[in-house]
């Protein structure tokens, strides 16, 4: 049998090759191929492996042509420029390094952090044009300033030792950070807009979502401090750059450094030309040992796939073995639908996670499943969380996660999972189970009986149970032209609480929503999808 092949179609180490030859694979080091799409289309069926940093877009386009294509391997954290989902229906398993240049990109922030205050590359420009402008430059210290870090996950905790070690006071915002994790870390938690107001320097690591989109918008950039300094070094997209130019020009915001673009390659940007800002072109990852790190990474992964079955640092496939796949696989969906459930309902910072298996699934791979569900939970702010990642960022946010099984104590259904997300504000619960079709199912949310299977677009709406709403809400439905698929009902008492799980073809439009909301019996409407 022939030996898999694998095609590497971007500028990884040398190290890559010489592994994945080394343990038997043939290897085509093509690193052109990244920016040429129609070679790449036409010689992408040859491939079972392809591995990839950011130049080479992996569409579904490719993927339709790519008949052989068993796994990709992305050297480094994001897999934006992967139809992950395309991926997924073809069978191929996509795999990320999500830790391997961590301190790099850390240092880089810190580096830039330097840059801005010191406007070293204007005066670098200035001297070796033959200006001897020493009296131009005039910069701040770091030393006893406020580091206001938002996302304080793996990178933004490296950047917080190293702002510690360099006298800054650090603050920091992040929903997942735990008062247990921030006394560790040696930050002061505060929320986005007390960090605003307070912080001298401010820098993003937080992934790009629809949640952290503009996250530094014309609106919040007003909250800021006075001469406030930024940097990115996380994502494209956090920051709006037009708002930001406008509050360069005002003097409002003193400085910027960006290594990340809403538009990348960067040629033209509403903040290049602005003598206070300082540009980089993606460079977080660009040391040579972070990138032999995810260079080999990916290649030790992918082997390990093609020539074994063994899944490490998987985004779209859990780790779990050939003999008990068949069995777990529909549990694995029920765990992180379930939790995806209350992760989408918890807005305030996840202090813990607890499940509890009842009946046969007990006596599964529980471990698997716990991931599975851990992943769900924290998926809607982290879309880049897989399985394997999923129990080490929930230890280093200090989110507890426990786990109990009772074995034969589920009378209703042969197996039962519940699932407590205890956030700061409130705890959230939701108890589902598999049925005889394969498919997971709703049973239970806030200890109140419900059926509902997971639709790809719901709305989850906790009302008085009392009459009329039932006519109300269809008719706010049925008025803005939305098709219900599914209506499924829940109470804990005559006239008490009561919960409705309806499922329709699209999502559902925000001025619908407030309309919802402003239904009588209505408590609170949420809109959640699968």
Not at 62 to 76: D, K, M, P, T, W
Not at 506 to 527: C, H, M, S, Y
């Amino acid at each position: 049998m022939p030996a898999p092949k694998v095609l590497i179609s971007d500028a990884l180490s040398e190290a890559a090759v010489q592994s994945l030859r080394e343990r038997g694979l043939a290897v085509d080091f093509r690193p052109e191929l990244g920016r040429d799409r129609d070679a790449l289309l036409a010689c992408i069926d040859a491939y079972d492996g392809l591995a990839i940093r950011s130049a080479t877009r992996v569409t579904e386009k490719l993927l339709a042509r790519a008949g052989r294509l068993r796994v990709i391997g992305r050297a480094g954290i994001g897999v934006d420029n992967v139809d992950v989902a395309a991926a997924t229906a073809r069978g191929v398993v996509v795999m990320n390094t999500p830790f391997g240049n961590s301190i790099t990109t850390a240092e880089h922030a810190i580096a830039m952090m330097f840059a801005l205050a010191r406007q070293i590359p204007q005066a670098d420009a200035s001297t070796q044009a033959g200006r001897w402008e020493k009296t131009r430059f005039l910069g701040v210290e770091l030393t006893g300033k406020t580091l206001g870090i938002i996302g304080c996950g793996n990178i933004g905790a490296v950047v917080t030792d190293r702002a510690i070690g360099l006298r800054l006071r650090v603050v920091a915002y992040d929903p997942y950070l735990t008062p247990e994790r921030a006394t560790e870390l040696g930050v002061e938690k505060l929320d986005l807009d007390a960090l605003l107001a307070r912080a001298d320097i401010i820098s993003l690591h937080v992934p790009l979502t629809e949640r952290t989109r503009d996250l530094l918008s014309a609106e919040t950039l007003a909250l800021t401090k006075p001469g406030v300094r930024i940097v990115n070094c996380a994502r494209g997209g956090l920051v709006d750059e037009v708002a930001l130019r406008a509050a360069l020009d005002s003097g409002h915001v003193a400085g910027a450094a960006f290594d990340v673009f809403v538009t990348e390659p960067a040629h033209d940007n509403p903040l290049f030309g602005h003598p206070n800002v300082v540009c980089t072109p993606h460079l977080g990852a660009a040391t040579r040992e972070a990138q032999e790190n995810v260079a080999l990474q990916v290649a030790e992964q992918m082997a390990d796939y093609l020539l074994q079955g063994a899944v490490r640092n998987a985004v779209n496939l859990p780790a779990i073995s050939a003999e008990e796949a068949p069995r777990l696989r529909p549990f694995v969906a029920l765990a992180e639908k379930l939790g995806s459930f209350l992760g989408q309902l918890t807005d305030a910072p996840v202090r813990g996670i607890r499940l509890t298996f009842e009946g046969a699934v007990a006596e599964m791979n529980t471990r698997a499943l716990t991931a599975a569900a851990v992943t769900g939970v924290l998926r809607p702010v982290l879309p880049g969380i897989n399985m394997v990642s999923a129990p080490a960022i929930a230890r280093e946010r200090g989110i507890v996660v426990e786990a109990v099984t009772r074995a034969g104590s589920a009378p209703d259904y042969e197996s039962v999972l519940r699932i407590t997300v205890d956030a700061e504000d409130m705890p959230r619960d939701a108890a589902g189970t598999v049925f005889h079709d394969g498919k997971p199912r709703l049973i239970e949310i806030r200890s109140i009986p419900i059926d509902a299977a997971f639709s790809a677009h719901m709305l989850y709406v906790r009302n008085r149970d009392e009459p009329g709403f039932i006519g109300r809400f269809g008719s706010v439905l049925g008025e803005a032209s939305v098709n219900v698929a599914t209506f499924n009902l829940g109470r804990d008492a005559r006239g008490g609480n009561a919960i409705c799980l309806c499922a329709v073809d699209a999502p559902v439009p925000d001025d619908v929503l407030e309309r919802i909301a402003a239904i009588p019996q209505v408590k609170w409407v949420r809109p959640v999808s699968f």
